[in-house]
């Protein structure tokens, strides 16, 4: 009786049931209706410069701490070792910067004076500065890239799967790794791998991971891997080791209401950090005829072919002399002028005319009966800038 007594008390004791996995589909829905991400945390990695000769060193320290809006809108600070600057990233086509001389020396600036973008706030062309994607921070495109994820959560250090492969292309030379997770994050919390091949690179593998909380609704914590980074071919020390919060309702209307300030700040026109030149056509150069050689006009037409810049340029222009008609013929040096325009609106056009006066020019006719020009034009960037419609998008922004 005791024996069986014992087998039945054995035999009735069950397992606890297995929790089912949790699937990526089901971790990307609450974070797609997060009204706000807050992030911060740092990565490493190479900063594009205007000037390839002093591009910074491949291993520039970036610190950020950025609240990713809704409606795809990311703001905040990013610090690229130590140099701070305030970020407005709108869209993929307006983000606007404001910093010290010591950023804009790091991170190099469009060939006009410094005093132009120290201190001012500039409209940013370079959407990916910084290394890293600032769009994929917002709630809808990490839920979107959550929703690549084809494997569920996992726990523990094993690295992540490798991807699916195509048949017509070559096995990836390395392997996923199995990065750690950003600080504040317990070790043991679920993840979702986000693994892809990298074809610019000899089909190596880019990866990264989504870390959420253990316990029930598993809210995202963070991010680490270098998948979010541009850069491509970076080591696995790179990697962006980022931590978010998700914010409240209130918080974002907060967020909001902080951004449209910052935006009503901007002025109506400002500076962009990029290169722009006019469109140059020599439109007028008159020979000298026997006996006649006084100075020697030059015309120059000017196009701006931009759609959005208004730009101002210096041109100087170098006048050549030679007895023979044919450009390649005419090489003597015969003197310069300058030309200046101020601010030339997107389509616009202009003439503007210099003269050369030079001794040079009536001992050539001299010494030849005729006597032709030809001219080479220099440019230099005085000014680029656009209207910033900074107060329209303040007022388009959402109340939360």
Same mark, same amino acid.
């Given at each position: ?5 014992? !087998?039945?008390g054995c035999?009735?004791a069950?397992?606890? *049931?297995?929790? /089912?996995?949790l699937k #990526?589909?089901?971790l990307a829905a &609450?974070?797609?209706a997060?009204p706000?991400l807050?992030?911060t945390g740092s ?5 594009e410069s205007f000037?390839p ?8 320290r970036?610190?950020a701490?950025?609240r ?11 610090t690229?070792?130590g140099?701070?600057?305030?970020v407005l ?12 001389a010591r ?5 190099g ?9 120290a201190?001012?706030?500039?409209a940013?062309w370079?959407h990916?500065l910084?290394?890293?994607d600032l ?5 809808q495109r990490v839920a979107a890239?959550?929703?690549e994820i084809?494997?569920? !959560?996992a726990?523990?250090t094993?690295a992540?799967p490798? *991807?699916?492969? /195509?048949?017509w292309? #070559?096995?990836p030379?390395?392997? &996923? ?9 317990p070790a ?6 986000l693994?892809r091949?990298?074809?610019s690179s000899?089909d190596?593998v880019r990866n990264g ?6 316990e029930?609704?598993?809210r995202l914590?963070g ?13 696995p020390e790179?990697a962006a080791?980022?931590?978010v919060?998700?914010g ?10 902080d ?9 109506r026109?400002v500076?962009?950090?990029?290169t722009?030149?006019l469109?140059?056509?020599?439109s ?5 005829a026997?006996?006649?050689?006084g100075?020697v006009a030059v015309g120059l ?6 759609e959005k ?6 041109i100087?222009?170098t006048?050549y002399g ?6 390649d013929?005419?090489t003597?040096?015969v003197?310069?002028?300058r030309?200046?325009?101020?601010r030339l609106?997107?389509g616009?056009s202009?003439r503007?005319?210099?003269?050369v006066e030079?001794?040079r020019?009536?001992?050539m006719q001299r010494e030849d009966k005729?006597?032709w020009f030809?001219?080479e034009?220099?440019?230099?960037l005085?000014s680029v800038t ?7 998008r303040?007022?388009e922004?959402?109340?939360h």
């Amino acid at each position: 009786m005791t024996a069986l007594a014992l !087998a039945a008390g054995c035999t009735s004791a069950q397992p606890p *049931p297995e929790r /089912p996995a949790l699937k #990526a589909a089901d971790l990307a829905a &609450p974070v797609r209706a997060a009204p706000l991400l807050h992030w911060t945390g740092s990565w490493r990695g190479p900063i594009e410069s205007f000037d390839p000769v002093k591009r910074p060193a491949p291993d520039n320290r970036v610190e950020a701490d950025l609240r990713a809006m809704g409606n795809g809108a990311v703001f905040g600070t990013v610090t690229i070792d130590g140099a701070t600057a305030t970020v407005l990233r709108l869209d993929d086509k307006t983000q606007f910067v404001k910093a010290d001389a010591r950023y804009w020396r790091l991170v190099g600036h469009a060939a006009l004076p410094l005093r132009d973008f120290a201190g001012q706030w500039v409209a940013e062309w370079n959407h990916l500065l910084y290394g890293l994607d600032l769009a994929r921070l917002s709630p809808q495109r990490v839920a979107a890239d959550l929703a690549e994820i084809e494997t569920p !959560a996992a726990t523990g250090t094993a690295a992540p799967p490798m *991807p699916a492969v /195509p048949t017509w292309v #070559a096995p990836p030379t390395d392997r &996923p790794v199995a990065y750690p997770p950003p600080d504040g994050v317990p070790a043991g919390a679920p993840h979702l791998d986000l693994t892809r091949l990298d074809t610019s690179s000899t089909d190596a593998v880019r990866n990264g991971t989504y870390w959420f909380s253990p316990e029930a609704p598993h809210r995202l914590l963070g991010y680490s891997g270098v998948e979010l980074l541009t850069n491509l071919g970076l080591a696995p020390e790179a990697a962006a080791r980022l931590t978010v919060r998700t914010g409240t309702a209130q918080e974002a209307a907060d967020a909001y209401a902080d951004l449209a300030a910052r935006l009503r700040g901007i002025p109506r026109t400002v500076t962009v950090n990029t290169t722009a030149l006019l469109d140059q056509e020599v439109s007028q150069i008159t020979p000298c005829a026997p006996g006649v050689c006084g100075p020697v006009a030059v015309g120059l037409r000017l196009t701006n072919d931009s759609e959005k810049l208004t730009i101002g340029e210096r041109i100087d222009v170098t006048l050549y002399g030679g007895d023979f008609w044919m450009p390649d013929r005419i090489t003597d040096k015969v003197g310069t002028c300058r030309v200046s325009v101020g601010r030339l609106a997107p389509g616009k056009s202009v003439r503007k005319v210099c003269v050369v006066e030079d001794p040079r020019i009536q001992r050539m006719q001299r010494e030849d009966k005729h006597v032709w020009f030809r001219a080479e034009t220099s440019a230099t960037l005085t000014s680029v800038t656009t209207p910033s419609r900074a107060e329209q998008r303040a007022r388009e922004l959402p109340a939360h």
